[in-house]
């Protein structure tokens, strides 16, 4: 709890960069290395229990598929340079408790990120009625009901233009379920691909009425999806107000290799597999909850990752791994400093930098967001979560296809 306790004596922080999904007033500390996210109790208490049950429990094996758990904070206030402790916040404004947890993007160069809501179902029993038929419809009018998948948000680098080719909540929104793949195409692009851009500049305010930024917002032509005789013909995707530089129409000349890109298909299908496995076993429901997939963007060092990940020995040979034989934490683990132990020690300023980045994981998978989710003994497992993860392994499955067929005619 070092880490979380270096927070509650005044270190500043910020909003979390590269969150391409989920609520706003998600923090990070100084560093970059943890995230600081206001949680309600469900949430508090599943990482508790995922960090303190005993390696014999089966949630045990839940460990290494969720970030890291370091505490929880409540903010009563700041530090000031003076020692004095300044109150911000009026004392009878209620104070939400956040968990710090690891963050997932940390240590990437280019993180290209991906976010996707698991299951059939938005509520919990216990919504209001209201609630319940608002979820029903929006599970219903998007991906969510027929396939327990929904893509909630991606960002992808893109080294021509030093940017990220940014996928909005509104894309998985507005899709069927037969355009699942082209969310595939936009995270994993080929160099070959040519990815539009789903962004636009704010169109200038009316001056007879008030109107949001998306009032005007011209539409982009429908996302390509195969012939279906079961759907009809998707409406055209809205576009989200230009931020940043993301200033291209269309994405191409991607730079990672096919091979590149291959290896981490496999990689992802593989833990995919794990994770679909282990939750058959478990009788846990996951309303709301995600798996985020964040892989290096930058050809080079992911290159580099993936060659030290071979170097290393396989661990995981028995049915029972201890707590690092699952492969994430082969693809976490910190690489040995070659320099000695001095800089081992050396934990702050551009040397701790540059040995982040010498130790950058290729691939990070997690399950993430855990407010709605709850152990439901006697109930068996999350039927919506684990349709979820096989649709999004058949999705994995048909892009590696297409990556195997570029590196076979490269």
Not at 158 to 167: C, D, G, N, R, V
Not at 174 to 197: E, N
Request: aromatic share 4%; net charge negative.
């Amino acid at each position: 709890m070092e880490a979380a306790s270096a927070l509650a004596l005044g270190q500043p922080s910020t909003p979390l960069l590269n969150q391409v999904a989920g609520h706003q007033g998600v923090m990070s500390d100084a560093s970059g290395s943890l995230v600081i996210k206001p949680s309600l109790p469900k949430e508090i208490a599943f990482y508790q229990l995922i960090n303190e049950t005993p390696r014999s429990s089966p949630f045990s094996k839940l460990k290494p598929f969720i970030p890291k758990y370091f505490g929880t904070l409540r903010l009563e206030g700041r530090l000031e340079g003076n020692g004095q402790l300044q109150a911000d916040i009026p004392e009878k404004a209620e104070i939400p408790e956040s968990v710090v947890i690891q963050n997932l993007s940390h240590g990437f160069t280019h993180p290209s990120i991906l976010d996707a809501k698991l299951g059939t179902v938005l509520h919990e029993p216990t919504a209001s009625e209201e609630k319940k038929e608002r979820m029903e419809k929006n599970a219903r009018e998007t991906t969510t009901k027929k396939t327990g998948l929904r893509l909630t948000g991606s960002q992808t680098w893109h080294a021509p233009t030093q940017s990220y080719i940014l996928t909005p909540k509104s894309f998985g929104k507005g899709i069927k379920a037969s355009q699942l793949p082209s969310g595939m195409v936009r995270y994993f692009p080929l160099p070959t691909d040519h990815i539009p851009s789903l962004v636009t500049p704010p169109s200038p305010a009316p001056t007879t009425s008030t109107s949001s930024t998306f009032g005007n917002a011209q539409l982009a032509p429908p996302v390509p999806s195969a012939p279906s005789s079961a759907e009809s013909k998707p409406p055209p995707l809205p576009l989200t107000p230009l931020t940043g530089n993301n200033e291209a129409k269309e994405y191409a000349g991607h730079a990672l290799p096919p091979k590149l890109l291959l290896r981490v298909l496999d990689i992802v299908d593989a833990e995919l597999s794990k994770l679909e496995t282990l939750l058959t076993g478990l009788e846990i429901r996951f309303v709301g909850a995600s798996v985020l997939v964040v892989y290096e963007g930058d050809a080079d060092r992911l290159a580099a990752a993936l060659d030290r990940l071979d170097s290393r020995p396989p661990k995981f040979v028995s049915d029972e791994p201890e707590d690092d034989d699952d492969l994430m934490d082969l693809l976490e683990d910190e690489e040995t400093d070659s320099e000695g132990s001095e800089e081992s020690d050396d934990l702050d300023g551009p040397k701790a930098d540059e040995r982040e980045k010498r130790r950058c994981p290729p691939v990070v998978l997690k399950l993430i967001d855990f407010a709605h989710t709850w152990l439901e003994e006697g109930g068996g497992p999350d039927q919506g979560v684990l349709l979820g993860l096989k649709t999004l392994r058949g999705l994995i499955a048909g892009r590696r296809g297409e990556v195997q067929s570029a590196v076979k005619e490269a």
